[in-house]
């Protein structure tokens, strides 16, 4: 027996067409996810006791199940509450709402590392509490915050594997299809590894470059 | 008859179940220097905070230059102002920290133009002009493209000082304005508050520099346990016979070169 890439590479195009819904999920997702993360952290720290308590329900629930079964639930449960999602809106939707979970944390924890005095000396100057946020606090926490982002931003990158499982038309669903198709599985499954691998390895790259970038202050 | 710069009126302020400050009545006037003095734990920074709204008073208010302060009384209740009243109340107020608080992420020139910029609307070229005059007012205007992480600790506390008065407050707060610098650079920082109060700036300090209280203060506030023991002039304050709490607190200062003042 010998592995024969010829016939999975000649579907090249294909494979394209499955990488890109795959990078365009990973990024909408994982943007999304990060907006919607900062916000709820933001909510938890400024909103009051209230907002602090209903908030953590979903992010400890988000946080504490399987991805698979989350994205299960949105696609195969969500009918049953009215909530009827094409596979990929459903991919995003999951993503996005797994990401915020862990974002959220992340940004919790980078609220907490600005020195309370930071935000002080700019209500002080007359800053309201939005521009402290958007010019103290986010700037501040921002290289505290890069390493953990980007490896929740590679994870997420893996975990969209899983919305194959969904029928969403991405990158694992499409080498799978032609795996089965060519009677070369396991050839399939190395390419998606390797792919999955340079994705991975390209995101981290942009993350060191982003930290080389940000540090320039701290001296 | 000239309005005080800051009324405080019966302010209490309670973390938990310990008074920190116990029914503290003062006047600060305008033009002068006032001296904040005491032990740690007296309550002195929690009054100076008070003052700037970052602590909010349990009972009492505090007036600046006759304008409530974050709270008022109305109808026997006490309401809190919208954050826009509190930001025009506040205005007025300049507040130097023990640490600081520079914004590590921006350069000298970036912390003092910043409020210009962002609370005041003025463009980038016009904010940092203003704020270029302001570092050369403090002697830091060759240091105005670093970073706070390139600068000492009496050069930080200057910027943080031309930072507070770029936004011609009229009334400046020093929180222990040099504890946590070495006493070389202690120097530098009180030489430029020596300015400020020599050009009439109203100013309220908590220190420990006794030396700087007895010579540039106009009048000097002793709190103890959360209490305003007493305030009146300096030579008042300090010539014998004392009140023996202060006899005692400023025996602990000896070995610290305030022999001066015996």
């Known amino acids: 027996m010998s592995f024969d890439f010829a016939v999975i590479l000649a579907k090249g195009p294909a494979i394209l067409a499955g990488l890109g ?49 989350q994205i299960f639930l949105l696609y195969f449960g969500g009918p049953y509450i009215g909530l009827r999602l094409d596979p990929v809106a459903a991919g995003l939707l999951g993503l996005t709402l797994y990401g915020a979970a862990y974002y959220a944390e992340i940004f919790r924890a980078g609220f907490q590392s600005v020195p309370p005095g930071h935000s002080e000396a700019a209500q002080c100057v007359g800053l309201t509490r939005f521009q402290t946020i958007l010019h103290v606090q986010l700037p501040e926490m921002a290289l505290l915050v890069l390493p953990p982002s980007m490896n929740m931003a590679v994870i997420l990158l893996k975990e969209t594997a899983l919305l194959s499982l969904i029928t969403v038309p991405e990158m694992t669903m499409t080498v799978q299809a032609i795996g089965s198709q060519q009677y070369a599985f396991v050839e399939a499954l190395v390419v998606l590894a390797l792919v999955y691998w340079a994705l991975v390895e390209f995101a981290n790259l942009l993350g060191r470059l982003a930290e080389r970038r940000l540090s320039a202050y701290s001296a | 008859m000239t309005q005080p710069a800051i009324s405080v009126r019966n302010v209490s302020k309670r973390f938990g179940e310990t008074l920190v400050l116990r029914d503290i009545n003062l006047e600060v006037p305008r033009g002068q220097v006032s001296c904040l003095i005491g032990p740690s734990g007296s309550g002195k920074s929690t009054l100076l905070r ?41 205005s007025k107020i300049g507040m130097v920290f023990q640490q600081f608080n520079l914004w590590p992420h921006m350069t000298a020139l970036g912390n003092v133009s910043m409020a210009l910029r ?18 050369v007012k403090v002697g830091l205007e060759e240091r105005a493209g670093h970073y706070p992480s390139q600068l000492s600790g009496g050069q930080q506390q200057r ?5 507070a008065l770029a936004l011609d407050p009229t009334i400046m707060l020093f929180d222990e304005p040099t ?18 109060a020599d050009e009439g700036m109203t100013m309220v300090v908590v220190t420990h520099e006794i030396g700087f209280a007895a010579s540039v203060g106009n009048r000097v506030c002793f709190l103890d346990h959360g209490q305003l023991l007493f305030h009146d002039t300096p030579e008042t304050v300090f010539a014998a016979p004392r009140h023996p709490r202060l006899e005692q607190f400023l025996d602990t200062y000896l070995d610290r070169g305030a022999q001066m003042l015996r």
Request: contains cysteine; glycine residues 10%.
């Open chain 2, 118 to 135: 962002r609370v005041r609307g003025l463009s980038r070229k016009a904010a940092e002009d203003r704020a270029m005059a302001q570092l």
């Open chain 2, 50 to 90: 008070c003052m700037a709204f970052l602590e909010e008073a349990t009972a009492g208010t505090i007036e600046i230059e006759g304008e409530a302060l974050g709270v008022f009384e109305k109808d026997g209740k006490r309401r809190r102002q919208t954050p826009a009243e509190l930001r025009r109340t506040r």
């Open chain 1, 21 to 69: 819904v795959t990078v365009l999920i990973w990024i909408a997702g994982t943007l999304l996810g990060a907006v919607l993360g900062f916000l709820v952290a933001t909510a938890r720290r400024y909103g009051g006791r209230l907002a602090d308590l209903v908030l953590s329900v979903p992010v400890e629930v988000l946080r504490g199940t399987p991805f698979l079964v």
């Open chain 2, 159 to 163: 910027v943080a000082i031309a930072r």
């Open chain 2, 179 to 196: 504890s946590a610098l070495d006493p070389e650079l202690t120097g530098e920082v009180l030489n430029v508050m020596r300015t400020l």
